[in-house]
């Protein structure tokens, strides 16, 4: 049998480390028909590497980029030199196997990551299905550039995009991460990942999604991802499952139908969930998270500024904003809101909007992360936006270093400043630079939750500590 290593070079540990879901899925899927192993770069770097290829004599390898920059503009850490670095050239010295690239990174800059990476194949967007038509493609000597999402080294001619995919519905998307990495140092501050469906068909200017996971809505059975989550909790015990659609409550009877299906299991599971879409709240859907074991969400309408949610391609209104928030303060859901200022249009009057929303409906106990700067990708709406207003020429690679749109109305001093005024007068809003908690906070964190045997969100904990440490700051300050 025909041997693959995929690997996983993502090695950032911030806010967490995460589970290579992705890379876990293709394994599942390849397994029986090829031999397959991951190699886990998010702890050892790429120390080990060569010899676990040295050891295991793949046929193929696939790396995933799954980070090119953390976009946050003050920071601004670029991943794709080290992942070349340390990852890819160290396997292209030693061995002369096809490099095979794919990840949500570079699915987003494609031609650019296979040039710099010299790599012999890639694929653009998920990769269960096109994986498997590629080394078999490989395996009878074609050439497989005519497969859609496929570029190969002598076809790098862009722009060659993200093309919907058949999937063979219902998908199998099971990842059986644990028996592919080491589940335990995720076990601390992380979480077992779960994809409940791939697309996106909202239009939001600045947003990827679409681009990696296509435009619409394929979703997995929910009794699929109830089995999926029973079996990982026998086999893990106590962990926090996430769900990393891009956003869970779209289309709204899914989420019902996977909460009902974890209800009448009777799973006793805890659960978290990044974006919800004010769109389709309603007292039902809580009710039914709140009882099949949601402990937190992520709340990310970006503005609340009526202007801004059409200027941003929302596609919701304010008033769905607002009842999403009542609906978060009623069930006592806690929750993690985040906003992006400095989009098209945005002025001072649009900023304030939005921290008047934030006084009058969004809890002193949950945290809001204020994002000022919209990173601009290849063939989003805000790229168009930007070219039109000449921001740089067409042809301009936006891989490195990474561009910033900040509106006309507002420069990046300005809107600098309005929010770090704003963080000092709210001690639970945080800037961009500052969310990732310093190792001491992090450590307290830890050693309050084992010795109160805590159970609330980690974000509540260090939150608490930071307005702690705000407030001794302060007072040494007025001694
Ligand atoms: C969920 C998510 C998160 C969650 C993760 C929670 C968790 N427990 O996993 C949280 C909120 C923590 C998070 C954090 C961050 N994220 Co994030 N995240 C996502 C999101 C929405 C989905 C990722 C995911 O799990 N998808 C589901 C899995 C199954 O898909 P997949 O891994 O992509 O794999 C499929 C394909 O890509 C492909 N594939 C994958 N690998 C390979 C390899 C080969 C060889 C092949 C052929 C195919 C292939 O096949 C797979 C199956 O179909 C993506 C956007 C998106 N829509 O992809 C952003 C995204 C990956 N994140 C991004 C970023 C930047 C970050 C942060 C750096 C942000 C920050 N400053 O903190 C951190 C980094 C965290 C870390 N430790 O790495 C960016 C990366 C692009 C960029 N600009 O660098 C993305 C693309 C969003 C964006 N801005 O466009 N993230």
Redesign the pocket.
């Known amino acids: 049998m025909k041997k693959i290593l995929?690997v996983n070079t993502?090695t950032?540990?911030?806010?967490?480390?995460?589970?290579?879901?992705?890379?876990c899925?293709?394994a599942s899927r390849l397994e029986g028909k090829y031999e397959m192993q991951i190699y886990d770069g998010v702890f050892p770097g790429g120390t080990n590497l060569v010899d676990t290829v040295q050891r295991f004599k793949p046929d193929y390898i696939?790396?995933?980029i799954?980070?090119?920059?953390?976009?946050?503009a003050d920071r601004q850490v670029f991943?794709v030199n080290a992942i070349i670095r340390d990852f890819i050239e160290p396997v292209k010295k030693a061995t002369s196997i096809p490099v095979?690239?794919?990840?949500?990174?570079f699915?987003?800059f494609p031609e650019e990551l296979m040039k710099l990476a010299k790599a012999d194949y890639g694929?653009i967007?998920?990769?269960?299905e096109?994986?498997p038509e590629l080394v078999d493609e490989l395996e009878k000597g074609n050439d497989p550039s005519y497969i859609p999402n496929v570029l190969t080294a002598n076809s790098v001619k862009g722009p060659k995009k993200s093309i919907k995919l058949k999937h063979h519905e219902p998908w199998n998307g099971f990842s059986k991460i644990d028996k592919w990495v080491d589940f335990s140092p995720y076990r601390k501050r992380?979480?077992y990942?779960i994809?409940t469906k791939?697309g996106?068909s909202h239009g939001c200017v600045y947003?990827?999604?679409p681009l990696?996971?296509g435009k619409d809505f394929i979703t997995r059975k929910a009794s699929e991802i109830a089995d999926e989550i029973c079996e990982a909790k026998e086999r893990l015990g106590d962990v926090t499952f996430?769900f990393?659609d891009?956003t869970f409550n779209d289309p709204e009877y899914h989420a019902e139908n996977i909460c009902s299906e974890i209800i009448k299991r009777k799973l006793k599971v805890r659960l978290r969930t990044?974006g919800i879409n004010p769109m389709h709240t309603s007292d039902k859907l809580f009710e039914l998270m709140i009882e099949a074991g949601f402990a937190q969400i992520d709340a990310t309408p970006d503005t609340a500024s009526e202007i801004m949610l059409k200027n941003m391609g929302k596609g919701f209104n304010l008033k769905e904003v607002k009842k999403m928030a009542t609906l978060i303060r009623k069930f006592e859901l806690p929750t993690m809101w985040f906003f992006l200022f400095g989009g098209p249009g945005e002025d001072m009057n649009t900023f304030q909007e939005t921290i008047d929303f934030i006084d009058q409906y969004v809890s002193a106990d949950d945290l809001v992360y204020m994002t000022a700067g919209l990173?601009i990708?290849p063939g989003t709406p805000l790229y168009t936006i930007a070219l039109k207003e000449k921001r740089f020429s067409k042809g301009k690679s936006l891989l490195y270093p990474p561009y910033f749109y900040y509106s006309e109305k507002l420069n990046k001093e300005s809107l600098d400043g309005l929010i770090r005024k704003a963080e000092l007068q709210r001690p639970n809003c945080i800037p961009a630079l500052e969310?990732h908690p310093p190792a001491a906070m992090i450590a307290e964190a830890m050693e309050q939750r084992i010795a109160g045997n805590l159970t609330e969100p980690m974000f509540r904990t260090l939150l608490r500590i930071r307005k702690d440490w705000m407030a001794k700051e302060k007072q040494h300050h007025l001694r």
């Open positions: 995929l993502n950032e540990h911030a806010p967490y480390p995460v589970p290579p879901v992705g890379l899925m293709l696939g790396f995933s799954r980070n090119i920059d953390d976009v946050v991943y095979i690239l794919g990840g949500s990174g699915s987003i694929i967007g998920e990769g269960i096109v994986f992380s979480a990942p994809q791939r996106c947003c990827t999604y990696i996971e996430e990393v891009s990044m990173r990708y969310t």
